[in-house]
Every structure is written in structure tokens, then in C-alpha cells.
């Protein structure tokens, strides 16, 4: 990894498993902030701001400040505003989303808008549903954060996330979303261009094959793959590609 200047962290498996911080993740987060290397955690989540995502994981243990999170909610924003300049959306999500969105320019409105743009929220509504709906049929383009079909919560349970309700919504409509989050390059170029860094010199770190790996694999970074969260060696081998390095834990980075 001596080309590696620029880490970006998968959050869930890899910093985080649960509410409870990965033996030695801080640690980690101090090594490169003493070596002077560049680093950034990205989530698929697009519920929470940056700094909704410092404070929660601030009261957990871990120290990164705001300007080193990027969300899909972030990359969503970014695409649309570049697609788009000072268009309008119909958005089902939380502040996460609504906020990236107003930040860069984007209107949100359910009179006549450009794009229908799924989230995630605790508060879906069957008007809501019914709404993108009909305005997908008329002739919105329809986007969605991200693909995940559920979120793990405490005691392994899961909820149903942005994916899902995309699903039902392209069930209804016939017309399928372009999803913006991971493992679709175009999250990753985002965030490359977030924190100023090159792919050549940057390393993905998560924990799963599906979405991490593949996606920094695709946008020619190195691919270091975590056993704290859901994949094991054995499943990692199953996959027809494979990550440039295998770790037992972030613990092991820089040290």
C-alpha cells in the first residue's frame, strides 16, 4: 500500500459495527491524521447530514470530523445539479437528502418538477408513494440515492431502505431509477473529487464484495476488503473478482 495517499472508509462493517466502534478504528483515524494522509468515510446512507453523521459517531467513540463524510445524498446532489443546473424535485427522503439537495440549487416541489429523487425516511406514506408515482408516468426522470434493499439496525434486524421502495415504485410505473450510491462508479468519482484525491493513489476499504470492493475495483482504486462485517475469506473467494488486499480489520492500516 505504498501508493495509497487518499482512504476512503465504508462505514457500517468497517468503522462501526452496530452502535459500537471497531477495536482500533480510532486509533487508525489518528495514524493518518499524524502521517498527513488524506482519508474520508462514505455511506450509502442518505438519511443524515455530514454533520448529523459527526455528532452520532462522535457519541460512539469515533472522532472524524464533518468535512471528511460523504454521503449518497451528497453524490445524488452533485449528479443532478451537473445534469441539470437549478432544477426542481419531488424528493422522498430525510434531511440528509433535502439538504444536499437545497445546497446545490435544486428546488424541491411537487408542482411540475424535473426529477422524482427516493431516499430513505422512517416516514414513508402511501401519498407520497402514489405521487412519484403519477409523476413518473408523466415523464419525470426518477433517481434513487441507492441501491440497498435493507439497513441493519441493533439486535440483526433490518428495515427496509431506499432500494425497496424504489422497487415498488418501478413495479407500479414500469420505469426503472438510476441509483446513484454504491457500487456505481460514479459515487466513487464523486467522492474522489470531494476530497481532491486521484483513484491511482486512493484505496476503498469495506467490508462487503457487492458493493465496496466492486466499486472501488471499477474506479481503479485499491481494494482492501475488512472481515468485521459481513463478508468472510471463504464468501470472498465465491465472487469473480477479487480485492487487491484482505485485512482482518482497519486495525491493521498504517500501523
Known sequence: MDNVKNYIFDMDGVLLRGNTPIPGAQDMIKRLTEKGLNFCVLTNN???TPGDLQHRLSYMGLEIPEDKIYTSAMATANFVKTQKPGCSAYVIGESGLTTALHNSGITITSYDPDYVILGETTNYSFD?????????????RFICTNPDNSTPVDNDKLIPAAGA?????????????????????????????????????????????????IAGMEAGMTTILVLTGVTTRELAEKFPYSPNIILDSVAEIER
Open 46 to 48: 442518505p438519511i443524515y
Open 128 to 140: 407520497q408513494i402514489t405521487k412519484a408515482c403519477s409523476l413518473i408516468k408523466k415523464g419525470c
Open 165 to 213: 421502495l424504489a422497487s415498488l415504485v418501478s413495479t407500479a410505473t414500469g420505469v426503472a431509477p438510476y441509483y446513484i450510491g454504491k457500487p456505481n462508479p460514479l459515487m466513487m468519482k464523486s467522492v474522489l473529487r470531494f476530497m481532491g484525491a486521484h483513484s491511482s493513489e486512493s484505496a476503498m476499504v469495506g467490508d462487503r464484495m457487492d458493493t465496496d470492493v
